[in-house]
């Protein structure tokens, strides 16, 4: 069990970059798999990225943002990244990182610890 924290959202113009950080506690972050969710208003909690355990070897992608964000982890600083490049207003929603022990999931219900969510906006 770890607990983490999400931070760098904010308010950026379509076209522009953001970096969030998801930063764990304790001492086996490396046996996490590591997932990026997100939620628009009205609307379900949708997968955007995951990295599995140990060196991150392994990276999945929801299609709609392929090509445009990047996952990936530091396990000495026991945080996992996602850059946001392109940034599009269909973007816009609260990003939430998530934890799940070992593998890799794209359902929100496999994963055991959450953060409390960043809010990104991308204007038009």
Do not use: H
Not at 27 to 39: D, E, I, K, L
Not at 64 to 85: C, E, H, P, W
């Amino acid at each position: 069990q770890v607990q983490l924290v999400e931070f760098g959202g904010g308010l950026v113009q379509a076209g522009g970059s953001l970096r969030l950080s998801c930063v764990a506690s304790g001492r086996t972050f490396s046996n996490y798999a590591m997932g990026w969710f997100r939620q628009a208003p009205g609307k379900e909690r949708e997968f955007v990225a995951a990295i599995s355990w140990s060196d991150g070897s392994y990276t999945y992608y929801a299609d709609s943002v392929k090509g445009r964000f990047t996952i990936s982890r530091d396990n000495a600083k026991n945080t996992v990244y996602l850059q946001m490049n392109s940034l599009k207003p269909e973007d816009t929603a609260v990003y939430y990182c998530a934890a799940r022990r070992l593998t890799t999931s794209r359902d929100y219900y496999d994963y055991d610890d959450w953060g409390q969510g960043t809010q990104v906006t991308v204007s038009s």
